[in-house]
Every structure is written in structure tokens, then in C-alpha cells.
T-cell receptor
Framework: GENVEQHPSTLSVQEGDSAVIKCTYS??????FPWYKQELGKRPQLIID?????GEKKDQRIAVTLNKTAKHFSLHITETQPEDSAVYFC???????????FGPGTSLSVIP | GAGVSQSPSNKVTEKGKDVELRCDPI?????LYWYRQSLGQGLEFLIY????????KSGLPSDRFSAERTGGSVSTLTIQRTQQEDSAVYLC?????????????FGNGTRLTVT
């Protein structure tokens, strides 16, 4: 079955700097890669996703890149703000409505 | 509209007792997922449903765990003979199902403590 790895497990950046979180997956059949943000004590919420026919997708300060050959995908946050502090989870599935497997998470701290 | 609702929000039980956790998905969502999140850990996949069918039960940790979904709506996760290692937050999520790029909508979870 699918296995998703995520690095780093913790990340601390100064406000205004960029943050990058990287994930790898094992199942070449996976085609859908969402990212979820979980603030302390709250439920995870989707922030951005990418499908396998797209190499990059951007939404304001957030971007995701996908390298299907290498089975890598990454989350990039630019101009980080304190409210970006949270745990970020990458995930993979064959489609958006199949079993969704999450990575172990990255705890991001943005220092004012 | 209403989001995914889980009950109870907190449950404290004695080791060896059975517990039942309930999930009410968003109306019209055909896909329903159960995950387990231990303190400071990731989202461990348990089981998911398409309608009333569970195509993949491979994530259930042991035969003490079972789940069902009736009427394509409410789901219950049952843990028999609870153990202390079952203590965690159990998260339910639902999605539109057969729609591309439909995100998972999570409930607030049930925090289970086994004493």
C-alpha cells in the first residue's frame, strides 16, 4: 500500500522568510496530492492540492510542486506570517475519493 | 451548512470496556473516513467507506476495531475490550466522493482516554 514520508518533522523560520516541506510517496498509482493545515487544537483543513497532470500550482503565498517521476512533492510558503504556525500534513491517493494516506506531519513555527 | 459532527467529543472509559464513536457526515457526502491521531502524531488511516461499503479496512489496528455505515450517512466506529494504547483522538472526515478534487472535511474528533 501507499506510504508517505515527510520532512522535516519540525521547522522554525523567521517571519517573512520562506518555508519548504517535502514529501515522498511510494505508490506510482497515486494521482492526487492534497496538503492540510492543522492549527493547535483544531481539525485539519485543506489548503491546496495538486493532481498528477500538473507540475506546479500556486495560491497567493502557497505553492505546491510535483515530480511524478521521482515521486516527490513539496509545499512552499513565502513571506511567512505568525498565523502560518501549525502542523502541515501532505497526503496521497489514487483519486480524491479513494483512500487518502497522510504523511507524519511537519510542525512549522514562524517566529515574529 | 452543518459540518461533520462527531460524538461524543470526549470519552473516558475503563480498560476492557467497549466504546462506540459516532460520525455524522455532511449531507450528500458519499465518502467517509476514519483516522486516529495520537498525541503529537500524524493521521493514521483506519477505514473508509464509499456509500455503505468499506473498500479498504486494512488500517484497522486489530480485530477489536470495527466500523459500519448505514443508509450512506451515519457511521459508527466500535472498539471492543479497550486497551490503554487505544487512547487517541479519533477523527472522522467526509467528502463528496465521486467528484474529482473533493477535499476531506474533518470533524472535531472524539478524544478517547482509556484508564
Amino acid at each position: 500500500g501507499e506510504n508517505v514520508e515527510q520532512h522535516p518533522s519540525t521547522l522554525s523560520v523567521q517571519e517573512g522568510d520562506s518555508a519548504v516541506i517535502k514529501c515522498t510517496y511510494s505508490d506510482s498509482a497515486s494521482n492526487y496530492f492534497p496538503w492540510y493545515k492543522q492549527e493547535l487544537g483544531k481539525r485539519p483543513q485543506l489548503i491546496i492540492d495538486i493532481r498528477s497532470n500538473v507540475g506546479e500550482k500556486k495560491d497567493q503565498r502557497i505553492a505546491v510542486t510535483l515530480n511524478k517521476t521521482a515521486k516527490h512533492f513539496s509545499l512552499h510558503i513565502t513571506e511567512t506570517q505568525p498565523e502560518d504556525s501549525a502542523v502541515y500534513f501532505c497526503a496521497a491517493s489514487e483519486t480524491s475519493y479513494d483512500k487518502v494516506i497522510f504523511g507524519p506531519g511537519t510542525s512549522l513555527s514562524v517566529i515574529p | 451548512g452543518a459540518g461533520v459532527s462527531q460524538s461524543p467529543s470526549n470519552k473516558v472509559t475503563e480498560k476492557g470496556k467497549d466504546v462506540e464513536l459516532r460520525c455524522d457526515p455532511i449531507s450528500g457526502h458519499t465518502a467517509l473516513y476514519w483516522y486516529r491521531q495520537s498525541l503529537g502524531q500524524g493521521l493514521e488511516f483506519l477505514i473508509y467507506f464509499q456509500g455503505n461499503s468499506a473498500p479498504d479496512k486494512s488500517g484497522l489496528p486489530s480485530d477489536r476495531f470495527s466500523a459500519e455505515r448505514t443508509g450512506g450517512s451515519v457511521s459508527t466506529l466500535t472498539i471492543q475490550r479497550t486497551q490503554q494504547e487505544d487512547s487517541a483522538v479519533y477523527l472522522c472526515a467526509s467528502s463528496l466522493g465521486q467528484v474529482a478534487n473533493s477535499p476531506l472535511h474533518f470533524g472535531n474528533g472524539t478524544r478517547l482516554t482509556v484508564t
